[in-house]
């Protein structure tokens, strides 16, 4: 028996995406059923001819018959496999990291977290193509804890690139240091290594991509430091608490037009996040940064979901006067006195 497959139907404003499929009849009964249940318009896809049907009136239907948009018999399939830049063939580190077992089915326990991977590396992507082309291509993960994301990146870099790269994690953590090391070493993976250390510790000359996510309040303008001090082509952060822009605030207490929001404490407190991750983005600008701050995971993983990415342009001025002048006068709106990066940048 023919099979239809019905995928949308529309309702006055509200739109259900289903696929599903029927038999022919099943198919034609459930169409007719919708326009009698209360569906206006609907259209039929076949590949001899498609069909729109529009209610006119309560007993009254425009039937119109077009050519067919599309001529392929579509794969009854729902389930389709999605492509993922980071696969789970033959990768050594996945298992070891416990995301996948020996023959690389991912546990149902971190699916979350090898989606989350795959969403890093997308992200990555897509600003790694942009860069200049290097001879070898530095790369710099400050706080790299466990290195789910710094192996990940080096296998996205070394095996689907082709770029020939170094990666380092930076982690104060010893143990880490050790269990990362030895898993790189099991990966044959000869140019991601692991040091122990912090960020504020480490020389960061000849860096090309610096990466620090969720380095705690200051920690991430120390990254920042880093990497606008080596004239890296690429600075990602994912901020992590804000504790001392906060306790500027508090201090201070300027009146503005926004104190009748700040009065409550927990608008206080994402008022201090925007402050100060729209100050460390305007001093990478300052810097001659092209910046961009956006959401790269859903705050239902966490709530420290913020992405801040500079990416060198030597288009833009350096040290540009209106730039520190914006910078000046958001601090005086907001009753800040000192913000940690424009400190460590000497601004």
């Given amino acids: 028996m023919e099979t239809i497959s019905i995928y949308t139907l529309t309702r006055s404003c509200n739109c259900w995406d289903i696929g599903k499929n029927f038999s022919t009849y099943e198919a034609l009964e459930n169409i007719t059923n919708g326009l009698n249940e209360g569906f206006k318009f609907a259209t039929v896809f076949t590949t001899a001819f498609d069909l729109s049907i529009e209610q006119i009136k309560d007993d009254t239907f425009r039937v119109k018959k077009t050519v067919a948009t599309k001529t392929d018999i579509p794969s009854l ?70 290195g789910y994301l710094t192996f990940a990146l ?67 303008d120390d990254a920042i430091h880093k990497g606008i001090a080596a004239n890296a082509d690429l600075i990602i952060v994912a901020p992590c608490c804000h504790k001392q822009i906060r306790r500027e605030i508090e201090k201070h207490k300027t009146h503005n037009d926004v104190e009748f929001i700040t009065k409550h404490g927990i608008f206080l407190e994402r008022q ?38 500079g990416t060198k342009n030597n288009v833009l001025t350096y040290k540009s006067p209106a730039v520190l002048d914006k910078i000046k006068a958001a601090k005086k709106y907001f009753g800040v006195e000192v913000h940690h990066l424009e400190k460590v940048m000497g601004i």
């Fill in 77 to 146: 399939q729902h389930d389709k496999e999605k492509k993922r830049l980071i696969d789970t063939n033959n990768k050594p580190y996945l298992h070891e990291l416990k995301i996948t077992d020996a023959a690389g089915n991912v546990f149902k326990a971190t699916q979350d977290k090898y989606r989350q991977i795959n969403h890093y590396i997308e992200i990555l992507s897509s600003l790694i193509k942009e860069l200049p082309e290097k001879q070898l291509l530095k790369v710099v993960d400050m706080g790299s804890g466990k």
């Fill in 154 to 220: 080096y296998d996205y870099l070394t095996n689907v690139l082709n770029i020939n790269a170094q990666v380092t994690g930076i982690e104060f953590r010893a143990d880490l240091i050790k269990l990362c090391n030895d898993i790189a070493t099991k990966s044959n993976f000869k140019k991601l290594h692991f040091e122990e250390g912090t960020i504020d510790s480490y020389d960061s000359v000849d860096t090309n991509i610096l990466i620090a996510l969720h380095a705690c309040d200051t920690a991430t």
């Fill in 272 to 309: 201090a996040e925007m402050v100060t991750d729209s100050i460390r983005a305007m001093v990478l600008e300052y810097f001659g940064y092209k910046t961009k701050v956006f959401e790269f995971i859903t705050d239902a993983h966490t709530p420290k979901n913020i992405m801040i990415v």
